[in-house]
């Protein structure tokens, strides 16, 4: 491995770690969702408040570019599962680049 793949590496590392954290967390403000919408869960909790308010601050602006860019879908909102779809392709793509250089550089 030359001196590129040494440095290159632990940059893609991290940002794959930081994808992957940011699947989590889209994925567990759609389960949330799900839940509150049947009621299966209420928020009366602050604590639950809060976290719900800390997930809608790191979603719902990529959810709104999203939304901008496509429309609902017969009356439901898609954008949660464009952006989970994104966001794989974008974590599978830094994953096989790292993979890459690592074998050739």
Request: aromatic residues 16%; proline residues 5%.
């Amino acid at each position: 491995m030359g001196i590129i793949g040494l440095f290159v590496i632990p940059v893609l590392d991290i940002l794959g770690i930081i994808i992957d954290l940011y699947f989590k967390i889209v994925a567990v403000d759609i389960i949330l969702y799900w839940m509150l919408h049947y009621k299966l869960m209420t928020v009366h909790n602050k604590y639950a408040e809060k976290f719900m308010e800390i997930l809608k601050l790191l979603t719902h602006p990529a959810y709104k570019y999203i939304r901008s860019k496509v429309p609902p879908f017969s009356g439901y909102d898609v954008a949660p599962y464009v952006l989970l779809l994104c966001i794989a392709f974008v974590g599978s793509f830094v994953t096989h680049l790292s993979r890459w250089i690592e074998q050739y550089m």
